[in-house]
Nanobody, 115 residues
């Protein structure tokens, strides 16, 4: 079965960096696009970044362009989100996701940006 397991979240000061990882299993990873979403308290879940199956195409939310980088290692079945210049408004639970006839989500990892 499809499994997505995020890691790498934590507490970081404004201006700091974190790298999130999402380990995938149960499907042919290199065939499918992968995405990172986030959900802040009281807000709807929003798309942060998306990467095509071979990594050649990436898309970002305007709010993270120039600060976040999505990448993937198909040999390791893992997708990453490098987050730099973090702001308090980046505080949220971050989820990785894919769509294989339906949406699959990980359990999420908390990112808190605070001094």
């Amino acid at each position: 079965q499809v499994q997505l397991v995020e890691s790498g979240g934590g507490l970081v000061q404004p201006g700091g960096s974190l790298r999130l990882s999402c380990a995938a299993s149960g499907f042919t990873f290199s065939v499918y696009a992968m995405s990172w979403y986030r959900q802040a308290p009281g807000k709807e879940r929003e798309l942060v970044a998306r990467i095509s199956n071979l990594g050649g195409i990436t898309n970002y939310a305007d709010s993270v362009k120039g600060r976040f980088t999505i990448s993937r290692d198909n040999a390791k079945n893992t997708v990453y989100l490098q987050m730099n210049s973090l702001k308090p408004e980046d505080t949220a639970v971050y989820y990785c996701a894919t769509n294989i006839f339906k949406s699959y989500w990980g359990q999420g990892t908390q990112v808190t940006v605070s001094s």
